[in-house]
């Protein structure tokens, strides 16, 4: 197990790791080549970004935080609380940064032709978005663009 619990902080992993990657992840940002099984179970916060294989169970239990996964398999994911989405501008963005940050990091082969092939590269990402987490973020942001509180109307989205 890496990363277990991590509440902050970076990790940056050049190669693959076995199981239990980044479970209960809750603020790190995290990086690495490749996992085994049951990675991000029971993540609640934080940004991972695996570069390579997955094990079985991908995102058990997942409610918080956002994973991004180069040629995922979909059928290696746990469904039951999380979606696959496609990437928007913005994640594009935030992913060539931390991908960058894993190359001058860890000094990655990977990372580095991911990088120079970018515009190609970032089509070959999946984004992993627990639900919930992706309801409460719109609700959030439906509330800015109408000028209220995105607290009081994600405690109502969620109660009412």
Known sequence: MIGYG?????LFIRGRVG???????SGATAVVEGVGDHALEYMTGGVVVILGTTGRNLGAGMSGGIAFVL????????PD??????LSSEDIGLLHGVIRRHEEESESVRAAELLSDWPVS???FTKVMPKDYKRVLRLAAEAEEKGMDPIAAVMGGISG
């Open 6 to 10: 991590a509440t902050r902080g970076e």
């Open 19 to 25: 199981e239990r990657f980044c479970v209960r992840n």
């Open 71 to 78: 040629d995922l398999d979909p059928g290696q994911v746990n």
């Open 81 to 86: 609380m999380v979606d696959l989405d496609p």
């Open 122 to 124: 970032a089509r070959r």
